[in-house]
């Protein structure tokens, strides 16, 4: 990786203005001044004569994509075992798989090759679950650190429902082990942050969830878990919190569902209802929608139309490993996909989410919760991708807009040829 502090790309640049407008530019420039975009002219400023200037040719450039939601050890097992439900995944795949990373040895192997395929990915910024292991949730931290990706990184948090080797012994253990996590981290890293992660309702206990809020007041974290996924889980949720109205009443019930000082994301909200709509929209909580875990485990099509109607912060997670593709290109392409099923075969008053919003979703939706991040806006942290399409020639005239959208649905996991993170060239 390499620093220099003032430079500009040059080629087809694609950024979202805002949620439903994409501005492009051919043969453009998009200057980095200390590690946030100075602007994009079709000519450089004369200020910026001079700078170095990387010339991507015709290939497209656009800002880096955030996967607001994904699980690193189960990168492991992508690809596997798509015929089974949330719960029954949970149980018969998941919780297995995760507790060999109390061996550190096999986490380290596991995390090494997810390490490099997530620096190799269009991600530039990720929300990642580890394990409810604290030494192999920060050797994860150390690997992700090196990368050069920002990321907010969870030590997972789990007391109930889990496995006889993949639960925490009671809600004093799992606080304990959380604090020393966070003690043993503190001031080490600089593109890591932590990120409070009770792994959803049905695996803590209220007890957990009660020393988990007073942590989370205390170091002012962030936190992430996953919301109203699976009709079985939804239904379990009431089981286990009668005194709650809905899911996500459950987890505000403990102050962990957003408001000042607690940005929050759930990932999936499928089945989410109005109340607990509103309630996000009043808390600021931020939906991750996972497009393609949602179709591998059958757990539904989230409302993603009605979340932008009504002004709550969306962003896209590739949710590996429920997903199997890395790729957030690829979840673009899922989420436009997954909402014209929606509209034709449960909500026809429900728009389908056009190309313009899925992009933004990926890039300035979800590279909020970073703060000024996912676009070239003047400000914006400089996270830029450069995407090389020559490997899918075509014999007609096509726009960069069309060549943007054609490469999102074509891409091999190839095109990747340029990836900056807050300035830095990662490769």
Known sequence: MSDSKTFALKGNICYSLDQTRLAVMEQAYVICENGLCAGVYQELPGRFQGIPCTDAGDSLIIPGLTDLHLHAPQYSFRGMNMDLELLDWLNTVTFPEEARYADLDYAGQAYRIFAEDLKKS??????????????????????????????????????????????????????????????????????????????????????????????????????????????????????????????????????????????????????????????????????????????NLSSGIAPVRQFLEQGLSVGLGTDIAGGHSLSMLRAIADAVQVSKLRWRLLDSSKKALTFAEAFYMATMGGGSFFGKAGSFLNGFSFDALILDDRRFPHPQELTVRERLERLVYLDDGHCLTGKYVAGRKIF
């Open 122 to 295: 269009p991600a530039t910024r990720a929300c990642i679950f580890g394990t409810l292991h604290v030494e192999a949730t920060e050797l994860l931290m150390d690997l992700i650190e090196e990368t050069g990706i920002k990321a907010y990184i969870g030590k997972v948090n789990m007391d109930r429902n889990g496995s006889p080797k993949l639960q925490e012994e009671s809600p004093r253990i799992s606080v304990d082990a959380t604090l020393r996590w966070l003690s043993d981290i503190s001031g080490k890293y600089q593109n890591v942050k932590p990120i409070l992660t009770p792994r959803f309702i049905p695996s803590c206990s209220d007890e957990l969830m009660s020393e988990l809020s007073s942590i989370q007041k205390s170091f002012r974290l962030p936190v992430q878990s996953h919301l109203s996924e699976n009709p079985g889980e939804t239904a379990w949720v009431q089981e286990l919190c009668p005194y709650s109205a809905f899911y996500g009443d459950a987890y505000d019930h403990f102050g962990l569902f957003g408001g000042e000082g607690c940005p929050t994301i759930m990932a999936h909200c499928v089945y989410s209802s109005d109340e607990e709509i509103a309630l996000m929209k009043k808390r600021g909580v931020y939906v991750a929608h996972c497009p393609q875990s949602n179709t």
